[in-house]
């Protein structure tokens, strides 16, 4: 497709299961983002890849979460023993940028939406 | 700190009037880039527009313009002619010089929720 996609757009998960969410970004895209958003709050970030090579792990909550990019295209977001406060919409996003060269806008999925009862 | 600081949580506003959303950025790096998204209902951000640091022109991209005031940094979106479609929450956004990794990606406000009222 032409833009990134992510599925599922909807989970329940009751609390204690292992949810995975994916992301196709766009092609040929190098940089992939993955970002949190909790209801009536803006994006935040969680971790970056770089093709397959996870630079950036810093905004990832707790040892929960865990991401990979194996292939440096379709990434997965893993969350083992979902907890409540897990509950928000998994944003992806794509660049072709990198570094300093990254003066463009990033593209994003329409989000995971997780709800964990 | 906030990096980000949207200071209106909602606003109305009739059909047709020209609207603006404060953007307030807080860096200490001289190279950087202020963005906006839109974002409906139906959850996916949309790219309005893109102000670079070192932009002496404020950006415009057809109803959206940026009113970019560096030394106080400012970065407020105005929508001339604003249309029901506008209603959504916008963002403002912030990627910071040149590090590489997580910094490559995006700070974001808290954004304002714009409904306009026909």
């Known amino acids: 497709g032409a833009g990134v996609s992510q599925s599922p757009r909807y989970k329940v998960a009751k609390r204690g299961q292992d949810v995975a969410l994916r992301c196709d970004p766009i092609?040929?895209?190098?940089?992939l983002f993955w970002y949190q958003q909790a209801l009536g709050q803006g994006p935040e970030f969680l971790t970056y890849?770089?093709?397959?090579?996870?630079?950036?792990k810093s905004g990832l909550p707790s040892d929960r979460f865990f991401a990979e990019r194996p292939e440096g295209s379709v990434s997965t977001l893993k969350i083992q023993r979902t907890q409540q406060e897990d509950s928000a919409v998994y944003l992806c996003?794509?660049?072709?940028?990198?570094?300093?060269?990254?003066?463009?806008?990033?593209?994003f999925g329409e989000g995971s939406r997780l709800t964990v009862l | 700190a906030q990096k980000i600081t949207q200071t209106q949580p909602g606003m109305f506003v009739q059909e047709k009037e020209a609207v603006t959303l404060d953007c307030t950025y807080d860096?200490?790096?001289?190279?950087?880039?202020l963005f906006w998204y839109k974002q409906p209902s139906s959850g996916e951000m949309i790219f309005l527009i893109y102000?670079?640091?070192?932009?002496?022109q404020n950006a415009t991209e057809g109803r959206y313009s940026l009113n970019f005031q560096k030394a106080r940094k400012s970065a407020n979106l105005v929508i001339s002619a604003s249309q029901l479609g506008d209603s959504a929450m916008y963002f403002c956004?912030?990627?910071?010089?040149?590090?590489?990794?997580?910094?490559?990606?995006?700070?974001f406000g808290k954004g304002t929720h714009l409904i306009i009222q026909p």
């Open positions: 956004a912030m990627r910071e010089g040149e590090r590489g990794g997580g910094a490559d990606g995006l700070t």
């Open positions: 092609s040929g895209h190098v940089s």
């Open positions: 860096t200490s790096d001289q190279s950087y880039g």
């Open positions: 102000q670079g640091s070192y932009d002496e």
């Open positions: 890849f770089q093709n397959e090579a996870q630079l950036d």
């Open positions: 996003a794509s660049s072709p940028y990198i570094g300093s060269r990254n003066t463009g806008e990033l593209f």
